[in-house]
């Protein structure tokens, strides 16, 4: 599967198609101002989780003035099709192997994955006017399978503690990531969980005893003040025991008010959490972020 083949699986917008469909012709051509010979085996790298962050690092280098990300973009959708597709099928992820429940329907746990890169751009556009791309410096992790989507959350598995959540002190976890369209009801959280669990045991048996641990906003101890009791937030948050805080965070402004850079008192007000949350800050408090462990 070619980078312009997945892009129109997973829906990519079509503003972003059109510079794709350009790169991809540099690419096919071997003109424009880029090495590609240069380019081909950082983006192989790209799916190797030991080398996959140093390899973003080197490629943004080697691509230089980067037209809103379309550039690394198309790489990383170049190596998913690729080569973590294959990394998924040796992990009998998906493909013809995988008769299971958690990876019918051939690849699409492998679809619903890649499909963060649509969501970024479209992010991107939220945020900024015009469509692009500037996650590179997480979507490794999903090109490295190491980070899953299922159903309605995604899980990443952590090889290694420096990257456990701060206040965890374990050798390995599984992180839970909330994308920003997901649907936090309580029967799509526990669906979710239920596949997690379900998942890690057949693919990855050595963290099949690790703990699920969030950082995340969500997870922030304010939120109850903000929230009805009935908040399908809270409930969320409710499934975890906080072990860590911080205060100083400044998510929020990212996941709530689409990454404003505006002073509190300019903060938009088109949501009530948007309302609620800026009364709350105008009035000195802080939101921040907890670090949770998922109940058993």
Request: glycine share 8%.
């Amino acid at each position: 599967m070619n980078a312009l083949e997945l892009a129109s699986r997973i829906d990519m917008p079509e503003g972003m198609m059109r510079r794709l469909r350009a790169c991809a012709r540099q690419h096919a051509n071997h003109d424009g101002v880029l090495d590609w010979r240069r380019i081909g085996p950082l983006i192989k790298a790209l799916s190797d989780p030991a080398q996959g962050s140093a390899a973003r690092d080197e490629l943004k280098r080697a691509l230089g003035p980067d037209d809103e990300g379309s550039r690394m973009l198309y790489c990383m959708l170049a190596c998913a099709g690729a080569y973590t597709l294959d990394r998924y099928h040796a992990l009998g992820i998906g493909g013809a192997a995988d008769d299971t429940v958690d990876g019918a329907d051939d690849d699409r746990v492998f679809l619903d994955t890649m499909g963060c890169f649509p969501r970024f751009v479209n992010e991107h556009k939220v945020s900024y006017g015009d469509y692009g791309f500037d996650r590179d410096f997480w979507t490794y992790r999903q090109l490295g399978a190491s980070l899953f989507r299922l159903g309605q959350l995604e899980y990443e598995i952590i090889r290694d503690a420096e990257n456990v959540p701060a206040g965890v002190d374990v050798p390995r976890a599984v992180a839970m990531h909330i994308p920003s369209d997901a649907v936090l009801g309580p029967v799509q959280c526990s669906d979710s969980i239920v596949r997690a669990r379900r998942f890690v045991r057949r693919f990855f048996p050595q963290w099949a005893g690790a703990p699920y641990v969030c950082e995340s906003w969500l997870l922030s101890p304010a939120l109850p003040r903000l929230l009805s009791e009935s908040s399908n937030i809270l409930a969320f948050q409710r499934r975890f025991h906080i072990v860590a805080t911080d205060d100083a965070a400044e998510d929020w402004r990212e996941w709530v008010f689409r990454r404003s850079p505006a002073p509190l008192s300019e903060l938009p007000e088109n949501t009530s959490l948007q309302r609620a949350m800026k009364r709350y800050l105008l009035a000195g408090g802080t939101i921040g972020i907890g670090v949770g462990v998922l109940k058993s």
